[in-house]
């Protein structure tokens, strides 16, 4: 994260920055899972709200930036009713950052693609965040996610998955999450939050790779 607009970027009175969180279903109650550009760390699309913007405003711009989805591409299912919080540790925060931002508090929206696969892209803007994509069961591998994100994305799962179409959420649903070895992010002091070396390609089957033109381009991150 680098703070170069210090006009746009918001920080409530504690150094967190509003955020927005993005579940997106397939008609299987499945949720789209992109792995982070040259790295090994998978996650859901996120990022930044703007001043002057809404979190739904947000949520849509995000969703188009990172996934090439349109509005007319999805529907609202249901949001958290709160703000959710996790802090980044110091090592991951760039130092022109360091004494002023803390984290990210967010809202996390679960939305239903109403339209097709093909719809989705993730080369829509010169910054792409993620270079392959994967639909996941609704449970994802949180040993795949960044360690102090783990947290959030529990707590937003299980908040959300009393919406699921059909309820197929299960009763369990801290018993559900998939973990497997093999998969957890290496921690890197490179100043950013999710900063992993992308030496060795290995996917989950069905992951789509699309790779990114401008390999020597430091990856972008909100």
Known sequence: MKFK??????LDRDGFRPNVGIVLLNQKNQVFWGKRIRTHS??????GIDRGETPEQAMFRELHEEVGLLPEHVSIVARTRDWL???VPDRFIRRDARGHYKGQKQIWFLLQLVGHDWDLNLRATSHPEFDAWRWNDYWVPLDAVVE????????ALIE?????????AGTEPRNRFLRHGGSRPRESDSGREDSQPNNQMELPPGASFEPDPGTNRPPHHE
């Open 5 to 10: 607009n210090w006009g746009l970027i918001m």
């Open 42 to 47: 998978w996650q859901f699309p996120q990022g």
């Open 85 to 87: 919080r996790y802090e």
């Open 148 to 155: 102090f994100k783990r947290g959030v994305y529990e707590m």
């Open 160 to 168: 959300l998955a009393r919406y699921l179409p059909r309820h197929e």
